[in-house]
């Protein structure tokens, strides 16, 4: 939050130093040229510092460049004033829309080595770090030309139908060989149409009792499972998630649908609330390592450092386990 402060406060001082460059482009009243030509520079680098304080997020960072500040140094140095109001305008207006330009980051991850967990990724989840490494030894067989080994893949993953199977699947659809390719969709296909079939009778089922308990806890289950599945796309499982919620809303909650909550909360992006229903999971019952794992995620997201470091060591202190030791190794060293 200080750093925000510090970094509007800059901005306004910077605007502010523009006001004799200004005047020299379109007045030429009361200022030099060489004076405009120190005020442009002067505000240019006061500027550019509000947007290293406002950027800026983490030491291990540094080898990963932050783009804005690269944006915000070219445009304000060689565009006098413009450059200053339009870099302020652009960032305010994607921040206020929650769509900020990615840093650039490299992309390493292939096989499952330990190593995959020594890097920040930007807006990723470390779960999702984990599925693509679980299926790396797929990576591999696909990567092969033995046709019978990579159609035993496909099928083998077909039996599984997780989410980690669907990204195995997923994988096959872009195989070279159009065998390989039609055996993965029509896999896919299949599971598609189960989730369907359940989904079908599961509503039909809680829209006579919609505050069956048992019913509503079983489609809810359907819902994430499908909305995570990586079979949808982004508006499609926006959609499950929210009749999630409302399902929620209609029967008892219990500690486990809590959860459910936080987890569709975070999917959604509604950090706040999602953050609210972590806690109370954590307040509830501190020994579920999956609570506190979505806890360092939502920090994660919300780019909270300091803090996430801090969870984990008290994690680490009070020695709860089944927690992730490749991501506490990382935080703690």
């Known amino acids: 939050m200080a750093r925000k402060i510090i970094a509007y406060f800059l901005f306004l001082v910077s605007i502010a130093l523009t006001i004799p460059v200004i005047d020299i482009l379109f007045h030429n009243n009361f200022v030099t040229l060489k004076d405009a030509l120190y005020y442009h520079a002067v505000s240019s680098l006061v500027c550019i510092t509000g947007f290293f304080f406002l950027t800026y997020e983490h030491a291990y960072r540094k080898k990963n460049h932050n783009l804005w500040l690269v944006y915000a140094t070219t445009i304000c140095l060689t565009m006098p004033v413009f450059g200053i109001y339009s870099s302020i305008i652009i960032y305010m207006a994607q921040a206020l829309s929650d769509s900020r330009p990615p840093p650039i980051v490299e992309d390493v991850i292939n096989v499952p080595d330990a ?86 009778t599961l509503t039909l089922k809680v829209e006579q009792d919609p505050h069956d308990q048992k019913l509503g806890e079983e489609l809810v289950n359907v819902f994430l499972a499908y909305a995570t599945s990586n079979l949808l796309d982004k508006v499609s499982a926006s959609y499950y998630y929210e009749e999630i919620i409302k399902i929620i809303d209609n029967i008892q909650e219990t500690s486990d649908l809590t959860f459910i909550r936080a987890k569709t909360y975070f999917s959604l992006k509604k950090f706040e609330k999602a953050e609210e229903c972590i806690n109370r999971c954590i307040q509830n019952n501190d020994k579920v390592p999956q609570y506190h794992e979505l806890q360092w995620a939502l920090l994660l997201e919300e780019r909270k450092y300091t803090e996430l470091k801090e969870l984990i060591a008290l994690a680490e202190q009070k020695g709860l386990k089944g927690l992730n030791k490749n991501i506490m190794k990382y935080w703690l060293n």
Do not use: H
């Open 115 to 200: 190593k995959v967990y020594e890097q920040i990724l930007n807006r990723s989840r470390q779960i999702e770090v984990m599925d693509r490494a679980d299926i790396a030894p797929f990576v591999d067989i696909f990567k092969s030309s033995e046709t019978s080994l990579k159609k035993s893949a496909v099928k083998l993953l077909g039996g599984i139908e997780s989410r980690k199977a669907i990204n195995g699947l997923m994988l096959a659809l872009m195989d070279k060989e159009i065998e390989i390719r039609l055996l993965a969709a029509g896999i896919l296909g299949k599971i598609e149409d189960d989730f369907a079939r359940q989904i079908k």
